[in-house]
């Protein structure tokens, strides 16, 4: 279910792995969604049921979706390690995460899917968590030391900020009228998401 293309690349065939580099993509296929992931180098070790991806250097993914609704999911960082059969994606060095309408960084994120169902499960930001989502007159705004999200069918649902979190919320009637800017200092938050909107 993959396709790892390149325009140099040395195969080792007795430790599974191969190396590859020069405009270096592999693409996998989850969950009928194709899954991009591009680094100024690749390397691929392990056999099918146990391969592990890294990609350094200007790493970047593409989670894209072919259910109405769903939201892409992309990310940028300066590494990628990805392991299949644990079934997570660890972006290192100033990792960005784009999910629907939201962007998130921190030290270290961590995407964690469900191996079975090959859903996005649970994404996890440690030290400098910082999550902003656009907002018609700025940007709502989220800051903490660590950052726990969960999805539901690969969108983020809920969201919960631990230590010394930070909020910065443009408030609205129901008519989408602006109420008030809350500014919220709390030990920790927990977030409720409705189509990737803070509820």
């Not at 993509?25 to 691929?44: G, W």
């Not at 989220?142 to 909020?167: C, P, S, Y």
């Amino acid at each position: 279910k993959s396709i790892i293309r390149g325009h140099y690349a040395e195969v080792f065939r007795q430790k599974d792995s191969v190396f590859i580099t020069k405009r270096a993509v592999a693409i996998t296929l989850q969950e009928r969604d194709s899954v991009f992931i591009h680094a100024d180098t690749l390397q691929i070790t392990g056999k099918s049921e146990n391969r592990v991806l890294k990609g350094f250097y200007k790493a970047r993914f593409f989670k894209e979706s072919n259910k109405p609704g769903e939201e892409p999911t992309s990310g940028k960082c300066d590494s990628i390690f990805v392991h299949q059969k644990k079934g997570i994606t660890k972006l290192v060095r100033r990792p960005i995460l784009w999910t629907g309408e939201n962007q998130m960084t921190g030290d270290t994120i961590h995407l964690i899917n469900n191996v079975k169902t090959e859903e996005l499960d649970t994404l996890k930001v440690f030290n400098n968590a910082f999550l902003s989502q656009r907002d018609s007159l700025g940007y709502n705004q989220v800051k903490g030391e660590r950052l726990i999200g969960l999805f539901t069918k690969n969108e983020l649902d809920t969201v919960n900020i631990d230590k010394n979190a930070q909020v910065i919320y443009f408030a609205r009637n129901d008519k989408n009228e602006l109420i008030g800017i809350n500014n919220t200092v709390s030990s920790s938050i927990q977030m409720y998401m409705e189509h990737q909107e803070i509820q």
